[in-house]
């Protein structure tokens, strides 16, 4: 099989009459294998997987000789899928559909089938097709290993790091600023909207701010001068490390003037125009 060392003794299959001893040669041999001239064993790797016809040559001290043909077939053991991650995480509670197949090479066209013996409590392993399905546990790091044979009986085993995670949400804080000034330097705390259910650090993100507003990534501060007046429906996302997000919308109107100026002015030319009438 690829990367296991062979080691083939075929000295059993030839005697010698009297106490010299026996040496060995060979024809047909894949690439990277050989034979051990004294002891008749044949080792090495090889990728050169198949069925090999080969010829051993066993030649005792005196010069006698006697050969003999054999029919060797080398088989490929499943591959190790080096690229994917080892370590995967998932949202505590939620329902799992995780392939482990992905994790390995089948070789020669075989087939494989998948093992194993440590999952979570009611997490289960589709044999046929390697899917980890079933309901994820509380916030915790579990190891699985799984095995995955193929038809000629040769396996390989992968451990795979399981975190299951409370994912981010809303805290149910009223969003009670919907006002911006244009031209006005614009300095708000967005973060108090998001909360880490599991003690992960949150990164922000934003869809759609006012013209010249942005947003800081570590804080969730949103910051600058509103440049347009116009009707705006923004949305900001906290994600953990993870890769789990939550996402919520804001809706502003950024001004000209302050509403509460523009009502001032109002009751002032009123004010102005009854006097001028009186």
């Known amino acids: ?141 579990q190891t699985v290993t799984i095995t995955a044979e193929s038809e000629n009986g040769l396996s390989v085993t992968q451990d795979i790091d399981l975190r299951f995670v409370q994912v981010p949400s809303l805290t149910g804080e009223v969003f009670v600023d919907p006002e911006f000034i244009i031209n006005e330097n614009v300095f708000l705390d967005f973060s108090k909207f998001f909360i880490s259910m599991g003690g992960n650090e949150l990164s922000y993100s934003a869809i759609n701010l006012p013209s010249g507003l942005s947003i800081a990534s570590d804080t969730g501060i949103v910051y600058g001068s509103a440049t347009l007046v116009e009707e705006v429906v923004f949305t900001i996302s906290a994600e953990d490390e993870f890769g789990f997000f939550v996402e919520k919308e804001f809706e502003v109107s950024v001004l000209s003037v302050s509403n509460e100026l523009t009502e001032t002015e109002t009751e002032t030319e009123t004010e102005t125009e009854t006097e001028t009438e009186t």
């Not at 004294?38 to 016809?53: A, H, K, M």
């Not at 991650?85 to 494989?112: H, K, M, P, R, W």
């Open 1 to 141: 099989s690829n990367d296991s060392e062979i080691n083939l003794d075929l000295s059993g299959h030839f005697t010698t009459s009297n106490e010299s001893g026996l040496g060995f040669s060979t024809t047909g041999l894949p690439s990277g294998l050989s034979i051990d001239v004294q002891t008749g064993v044949i080792q090495g790797t090889t990728d050169d997987f198949g069925l090999y016809e080969i010829n051993v040559l066993a030649e005792s001290e005196d010069g006698l000789s006697v050969n003999s043909d054999f029919g060797i077939t080398f088989i490929s053991s499943p591959e190790i899928n080096s690229d994917l991650d080892i370590e995967q995480a998932f949202a505590a509670g939620s329902f799992l559909n995780f392939d482990v197949s992905e994790y390995f090479i089948a070789t020669d066209d075989n087939s494989l089938s998948y093992t194993s013996n440590n999952l979570p409590s009611g997490v289960l392993l589709d044999s046929e097709n390697g899917i980890v399905y079933g309901l994820a546990p509380e916030s915790s790091i």
